[in-house]
């Protein structure tokens, strides 16, 4: 089966030479995606045809041989906010988890440049990154991942060069101001660059801190991506995309001495706009937390309060906290360590009546114990067949119990 029409693929991103948007598209092009698939990606985002070129071609970086693609568009006098980037987004012609992605890529930018500049993330003026070839990169590589069924992406460290760049702000250092805050949010792991230069861009920083988990995980490996960088350095510039297999069975785990340690912030709140609620956790969720919930409670005098939880990577407390102090109203953030276990999980994708669904596994001593259907794929088709959405989570679910669960334990399925 070739890579393009494969399904159950899980990525890995090696990134020796750091990483851009279009770095990432070579890689793609490079495993299996054509070309064709990315045009007909921009096409369905409804830019003017005259306003865009794209290419894509082998060169050579040192001795490593890969897939360089030239996305050219004009420059633009004009720089939007991410209301207009969400807009074009909502109105193109693709799948709906392709623009949630894209959209969330965006908000992500929005929120490091907003943090960058002192302004809120509404108010951002998208200079390099809102332009339409930073566009094309960043929903080309959702769409990308999704048409060769990429279902869980990982990345390695990050190398971090140094010098100066000329952006639309003046010149600024390197690593880039924005580029730095999408590292510090996402806690991404980092490395020293093998020489000077931008080696991670703000689009490929923001890319690869939304899609992607800062770590290695095991597969079966099938296939490698190179993508190239535009420019020449003493030593091959390109980024490396592995495609495998997730094994079912999850391979045993070197149990650490201690747990993972997260942070779980907290405050009470009972003189709040709740309209200001759905913002709040967006945001929040957008600046690296893990989770965030809301809890009614009785508050003093007997008003009705709510208590904002937030799960998050010990690297993000402070920057969490201050959020939470800026967008609500109240006075003080508490913050404790909390443990977590985890169940590994895997991705399969089964076939229904309805047509295919991507599941999640959740595994306990190598045993499947639950089974839990992508929302996007099922309304999708529920949408499709107009049919409730329950009818196509529930179809899903049976055959993943018949295929996964209910054969578990046969020789075949542990292999």
Same mark, same amino acid.
């Given at each position: 089966?070739?890579?393009?029409?494969?399904?159950?693929?899980?990525?890995?991103?090696?990134?020796?030479?750091?990483?851009?948007?279009?770095?990432?598209?070579?890689?793609?092009?490079?495993?299996?995606?054509?070309?064709?698939?990315?045009?007909?990606?921009?096409?369905?985002?409804? =830019? /003017?045809?005259?306003?865009? +070129?794209? $290419? %894509? &071609?082998?060169?050579? #970086?040192?001795?490593? !041989?890969?897939?360089? *693609? @030239?996305?050219?568009?004009?420059?633009?006098?004009?720089?939007?906010?991410?209301?207009?980037?969400?807009?074009?987004?909502?109105?193109?012609? =693709? /799948?709906?988890?392709?623009? +949630?992605? $894209? %959209? &969330?890529?965006?908000? #992500?930018?929005?929120? !490091?440049?907003?943090? *960058? @500049?002192?302004?809120?993330?509404?108010?951002?003026?998208?200079?390099?990154?809102?332009?339409?070839?930073?566009?094309?990169?960043?929903?080309?590589?959702?769409?990308?991942?999704?048409?060769?069924?990429?279902?869980?992406?990982?990345?390695?460290?990050?190398?971090?060069?140094?010098?100066?760049?000329?952006?639309?702000?003046?010149?600024?250092?390197?690593?880039?101001?924005?580029?730095?805050?999408?590292?510090?949010?996402?806690?991404?792991?980092?490395?020293?660059?093998?020489?000077?230069?931008?080696?991670?861009?703000?689009?490929?920083?923001?890319?690869?801190?939304?899609?992607?988990?800062?770590?290695?995980?095991?597969?079966?490996?099938?296939?490698?991506?190179?993508?190239?960088?535009?420019?020449?350095?003493?030593?091959?510039?390109?980024?490396?995309?592995?495609?495998?297999?997730?094994?079912?069975?999850?391979?045993?785990?070197?149990?650490?001495?201690?747990?993972?340690?997260?942070?779980?912030?907290?405050?009470?709140?009972?003189?709040?706009?709740?309209?200001?609620?759905?913002?709040?956790?967006?945001?929040?969720?957008?600046?690296?937390?893990?989770?965030?919930?809301?809890?009614?409670?009785?508050?003093?005098?007997?008003?009705?309060?709510?208590?904002?939880?937030?799960?998050?990577?010990?690297?993000?407390?402070?920057?969490?906290?201050?959020?939470?102090?800026?967008?609500?109203?109240?006075?003080?953030?508490?913050?404790?360590?909390?443990?977590?276990?985890?169940?590994?999980?895997?991705?399969?994708?089964?076939?229904?009546?309805?047509?295919?669904?991507?599941?999640?596994?959740?595994?306990?001593?190598?045993?499947?114990?639950?089974?839990?259907?992508?929302?996007?794929?099922?309304?999708?088709?529920?949408?499709?067949?107009?049919?409730?959405?329950?009818?196509?989570?529930?179809?899903?679910?049976?055959?993943?119990?018949?295929?996964?669960?209910?054969?578990?334990?046969?020789?075949?399925?542990?292999?």
């Amino acid at each position: 089966m070739s890579v393009a029409g494969a399904a159950n693929l899980i990525g890995f991103l090696d990134l020796p030479s750091g990483v851009s948007g279009d770095m990432l598209l070579g890689c793609l092009i490079d495993a299996g995606w054509p070309v064709d698939g990315l045009v007909a990606t921009v096409q369905a985002l409804h =830019l /003017p045809a005259e306003t865009w +070129t794209l $290419a %894509a &071609e082998r060169v050579m #970086r040192g001795p490593l !041989a890969a897939t360089l *693609v @030239h996305v050219r568009a004009p420059q633009e006098s004009a720089h939007r906010h991410l209301s207009d980037i969400r807009a074009i987004i909502a109105a193109a012609e =693709l /799948p709906e988890l392709v623009k +949630t992605q $894209a %959209a &969330e890529v965006f908000t #992500r930018l929005a929120a !490091a440049e907003a943090a *960058v @500049h002192g302004v809120d993330v509404e108010s951002i003026h998208f200079h390099e990154v809102g332009a339409l070839d930073a566009i094309i990169d960043i929903v080309g590589v959702c769409a990308g991942l999704h048409a060769l069924s990429v279902t869980q992406l990982y990345a390695g460290a990050l190398p971090l060069g140094s010098g100066w760049v000329n952006t639309a702000h003046g010149k600024l250092p390197v690593p880039a101001p924005a580029t730095l805050a999408l590292l510090a949010a996402a806690g991404a792991p980092t490395r020293p660059a093998p020489g000077p230069g931008e080696l991670v861009t703000p689009t490929g920083a923001a890319l690869v801190c939304t899609l992607a988990e800062f770590r290695q995980p095991p597969l079966t490996l099938r296939r490698v991506g190179y993508g190239a960088g535009q420019k020449q350095f003493d030593w091959p510039n390109v980024a490396r995309l592995w495609l495998g297999e997730a094994p079912l069975v999850a391979a045993p785990l070197d149990v650490p001495a201690t747990l993972p340690t997260l942070v779980q912030l907290e405050t009470n709140i009972d003189d709040m706009n709740p309209e200001h609620y759905g913002p709040l956790m967006a945001h929040l969720l957008a600046a690296g937390a893990a989770d965030v919930w809301l809890t009614p409670m009785q508050m003093k005098k007997g008003r009705p309060g709510t208590l904002v939880s937030v799960l998050a990577p010990i690297a993000l407390e402070m920057a969490l906290a201050r959020l939470l102090l800026e967008e609500t109203t109240t006075l003080g953030v508490r913050a404790h360590r909390v443990y977590r276990m985890e169940a590994e999980r895997s991705f399969r994708t089964v076939d229904t009546v309805y047509g295919p669904v991507r599941v999640k596994l959740k595994l306990i001593d190598g045993a499947v114990r639950g089974v839990k259907p992508e929302h996007e794929d099922c309304l999708q088709l529920a949408d499709a067949h107009r049919i409730p959405l329950r009818s196509v989570e529930v179809a899903a679910i049976a055959a993943a119990h018949a295929l996964f669960v209910e054969t578990a334990s046969s020789p075949r399925e542990r292999q």
